[in-house]
Nanobody, 125 residues
Framework: QVQLVESGGGLVQPGGSLRLSCTAS????????MGWFRQAPGKERNAVAA????????YYADTVKGRFTISRDNAKNTVYLQMNSLKAEDTAVYYC??????????????????WGQGTQVTVSS
């Protein structure tokens, strides 16, 4: 298990930007692929983006492709989600998650073993 703490959420106007951070502790961060998920009120939690252990590959949901960028700094045990051109439909609680070694990129929750507590992102004028 690894402990994950998200930060950077908040209220932003449509068209604005936010950068979420997720800092890990407890185990070797660079061993894990990482993912960002989100859950809007009354909806299921879905994958937004994922990144491999060495940042060699990334995954993005179609709804955020071209607007969001996932990155990681293994020296700082941190994964980031840069969110640009935000829309009202991006409003959700955002969670970071650590994946199992060797499973690579995944949008499936079952492939992640540790989760942060979530950070609220609200896009509204």
């Amino acid at each position: 298990q690894v402990q994950l703490v998200e930060s950077g959420g908040g209220l932003v106007q449509p068209g604005g930007s936010l950068r979420l951070s997720c800092t890990a502790s407890g185990r070797t961060f660079s061993n894990y692929p990482m993912g960002w998920f989100r859950q809007a009120p009354g909806k299921e939690r879905n994958a937004v983006a994922a990144i491999t252990m060495t940042s060699g590959s990334t995954y993005y949901a179609d709804t955020v492709k071209g607007r969001f960028t996932i990155s990681r700094d293994n020296a700082k045990n941190t994964v980031y989600l840069q969110m640009n051109s935000l829309k009202a439909e991006d409003t959700a609680v955002y969670y970071c998650a650590a994946g199992y070694m060797g499973r690579g990129l995944s949008r499936l929750e079952a492939n992640y073993h540790s989760w942060g507590q979530g950070t609220q992102v609200t896009v509204s004028s």
